[in-house]
Each structure stands twice: as C-alpha cells, then as structure tokens.
C-alpha cells in the first residue's frame, strides 16, 4: 500500500510565527500557565481543539460569495437544511451559532430540578447546560472505554445494562432524553458502533424516552464503524451515517467538526410540538429560525462542508493522519489512549508524569512543557476540567481538519519525545483562580 496522502493542494497559505523558549517561559507564566490565556500568535502548532479551526475548501469559499443575506427565508437556509436533512433525516433542522446554543435551546425546555440525563459521556459545554437547569448528568461508558491502555474497537459505546439501571433507578417520566456522543470527545475520541447505537435506541424506544445525538464527529464515527464493524465494509460512508441517525429522535450538532467550517451548528429533530418550543426560544437567544445566529454565508459554508467530510479519500487520511501521531508516540514509550481516536491523540497523563497526584494536575503540567519545549499548544482533560468528575488524567492533542501537514506532525512527536525523556521534572500546579463553572477556560495557575 502507499502512502496515504494529503487528498488536496493548497491554495492559501497562512505563516506561523517563531518563538524561543525563553520567550515561551515568559508568554506562559503572564498567562497564568494556561495555555487557552495564550495569543495564538505566540503558538507554534495549535493542538487546543479541533473545533473551528478546520480549513475549508475553493467551494466552501465560493459558497461563501453566494451566500443570501435576507433575513427571512434565504436561499442558503434551504441549501443547509437540504444538506442537514440528507445526513440525519430529520424533520425540523433549526440553525444555531454553535454546539452549546443548540444545547442551551434544547436543555432549557427539556432539563430542570429534578430531571435527569444520560450518555456515553456528556461533553462538558453539554453538561454544563443541563446543569445549569439544575438538572443532573449522569455518564454511563463501558467498562473497557475507562482504561486507557485497553484496545478495543469502539471504545465509546454506551454501557447499556447501566442505562437500564439508570431508568429504573431514576423513573422513565424524569428522564427526558439519553444522548449518545460520537464520536466519545471527552473520553478520547473514540467511536461508538451501530449495534450500541441501536442497543440504546431500543432501550429508549422500549422506556418511551427520545434518544439524540451530540453529532459533532459524526462522519469520523461512521468511518471507525465502516473499517471496524462487521457488515459495513461495503457501505458507503453517507449511508452509515443516515443509518446512525435513524436509529435516533434527533440530533445537536456543533458544525465546527464535522461540517469543516469554522462557526456553526444545529438541533435537528421529528417531534413537532418540542420543535416549535425550541424554535421559540432561538428566536430570544439566536435569532429567526431560518438564520439562527449564522450568515448566510455560513450556512452555505456548512452545505458544502457536509458534503466534503462524507468523501472516504478525506475520512481515510483523516483518520489515517491521527493514527500517524498515535503511533509515533506508542514507538517511544509514550503513552496514550490506545487505540488513537479520530480527532485527537490523548496522552495518558497519569502514566507519563505518575509522580504528579491528580490533585496537582499532571495533564496541566504536561500541557505547559509542551508549550515551552516546542511551542504546541494542547489541552489538558482531566481534573482541571472536570474537577472530582475526572474518570482520566489527559492531554488532548486535537488535529484540526486539512490544516497540518506530515511534517508538521512529525515535529510534535520531536518534541513529545523531549518531553517524555524529562518526564521526572515536571512539576505540579495549583489554582490561584478558577471560576465556578468550566473553569478551565479561564483559569490561573502557581507551579508547585
Ligand atoms: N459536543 C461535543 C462532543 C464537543 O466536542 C463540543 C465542542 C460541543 C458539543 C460543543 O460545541 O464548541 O460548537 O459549542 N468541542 C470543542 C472541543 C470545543 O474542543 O472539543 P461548540
């Protein structure tokens, strides 16, 4: 087999600017020593998310001229409901600026005190969203998806005896919705299989509660389960993809992944009357539900991006590419969540720094010395992040979509490596502020 390769040119380039350590020591600690307080200009590489930082195409940006502006009814709206519509089949498609607003729509009709959510594992804006109604959020992955070191194709499944657990324990009518995340950001990337898919749907069927998807790497998930899957190898990717949201009631969507645009998102859903509630409310928070706080020219933008991420040359060197860093880190000792993710590669923090206590934040701490080694920016999920709620000390390298190439990659693994041999040094952090919630945003920090 050849090389698998980049499945484009490029047309624009963007330059990147270079610092020294001594510099990086400097930008890092006026910063608080959290790499998200950090001027992307001063960042090498910039691994903190994958989330709105894909490239988008020549026809993304043609879409992006043709984009309509009226504010009722544009053209481009019924392009991206079209789009929207092949993938997940859903009757209402209701545009919202990103992920979260489509989360804070749909919670605070659905959540409130006494309400209680599950899923594979809630990603924390989703989370923090249904908190927020003073509802509770409960994760259920399976056993294997808690062990980094394990490998297993679809780490990301659902435990479905526990969600059994979960209904009866807590009673059908103040569960309003499980929510299946796919692929499994927060527990490393990984994918969840159609049988999960439909294992949790007929739970929900059978309990009468609407199952939805968190969306946002829809089209990576579908290609784990067409290479790893048995019965799906001849399927195409699309038809994958329309099979896992049929097996659901709707769906949220941050286009920022998976539709390679760089804002956007939506709720999709069949049940009319919550539709209209949801409708209502975005006409309050983002706007009239035929533009729901995008452009036109960003609903274009998504039109065309859902085509794209669904074409198997982009998914295979996507995937491909990720896989690539996985194994670089696996061949020098270092360890990560195995097997590699779709979007992103995890180091296991506890086992790389396992002198550091989770209460010191070893993923923080790794974080900052890649930034200082080598000028990449990372994120660290774990206890900064989920504070007591943490079932994993990480640090997520995230891969933005079409926008690094080979070489690139190989220099974060460079300096991973350096990292890795002076792994005894690192030291650990405590706050000196974090805000009450998603604190790891804008949070500071003290070396220990
Ligand atoms: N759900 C998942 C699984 C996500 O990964 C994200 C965002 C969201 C919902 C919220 O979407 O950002 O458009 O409001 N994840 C980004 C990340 C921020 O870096 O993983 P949003």
Not at 119 to 142: K, Q, S
Not at 201 to 226: G, M, Q, T
Not at 318 to 342: D, F, H, Q, W
Request: proline share 4%.
């Amino acid at each position: 087999m050849k090389t698998i390769i980049e499945p484009f040119r490029i047309k624009s380039v963007e330059p990147i600017r270079f610092t020294t350590k001594e510099e990086r020591k400097k930008i890092l600690t006026d910063a608080g020593f959290n790499p998200f307080l950090i001027h992307a200009d001063d960042v090498l590489i910039d691994l903190l998310t994958d989330s709105g930082t894909s490239a988008m195409s020549s026809d993304q940006w043609s879409g992006i001229m043709r984009g309509d502006e009226s504010y009722a009814g544009a053209k481009s709206f019924y392009k991206f409901e079209d789009a929207v519509k092949k993938i997940t089949g859903d009757e209402f498609i209701i545009p919202t600026h990103q992920g979260r607003a489509a989360e804070k729509i749909l919670f605070s009709v659905l959540g409130g005190k006494g309400k209680y959510f599950a899923a594979n594992t809630f990603f924390d804006t989703t989370r923090a969203n249904i908190e927020f109604t003073g509802a509770e959020a409960v994760d259920l992955l399976n056993e294997t998806g808690k062990h980094p070191e394990k490998r297993a194709p679809f780490k990301g499944d659902m435990d479905v005896d526990a969600l059994e657990g979960f209904i009866k324990k807590y009673g059908r009518e103040n569960i309003p919705l499980i929510v299946l995340t796919i692929t499994n950001n927060s527990g490393g990337g990984q994918p969840v299989s159609m049988k999960n898919i439909k294992d949790v749907s007929a739970v929900c069927k059978k309990n009468n509660i609407p199952l939805f998807l968190d969306a946002c790497r829809f089209a990576e998930n579908a290609y784990f389960i067409k290479m790893r899957e048995d019965g799906y190898k001849d399927k195409s990717v699309l038809e994958i993809c329309q099979e896992m949201f049929s097996c659901a009631a709707g769906s949220t969507m941050s286009a920022k992944k998976d539709a390679l645009v760089n804002i956007g998102g939506w709720l999709s859903l069949n049940d009319e009357e919550l539709a209209m509630k949801c409708r209502n409310l975005l006409i309050v928070t983002e706007g009239f539900p035929t533009y729901g706080g995008l452009a036109g020219r960003d609903l274009e933008a998504i039109a065309q991006g859902l085509e794209e991420v669904v074409d198997e040359h982009y998914l295979q060197y996507r995937i491909r590419s990720t896989e690539y860093l996985g194994e670089k880190m696996l061949s020098n000792g270092i360890p990560i969540i195995e097997p590699p993710g779709g979007h992103a590669i995890y180091i296991d923090a506890k086992r790389f720094a396992p002198h550091i206590p989770a209460e010191q934040f070893p993923g923080q701490s790794i974080t900052c010395e890649m930034y200082i080694e080598g000028g990449i920016r990372a994120c660290e999920i774990g206890s900064v992040m989920f504070g007591k709620n943490a079932m994993m000390e990480l640090v997520r390298m995230a891969i933005p979509r079409r926008v690094y190439t080979q070489s690139h990659i190989d220099y974060v693994a460079e300096v991973l490596i350096e990292v890795y041999k002076r792994r005894n040094e690192l030291r650990g952090y405590a706050f000196t502020y974090e805000a009450p919630m998603l604190r790891h945003f804008t949070a500071r920090f003290k070396q220990l």
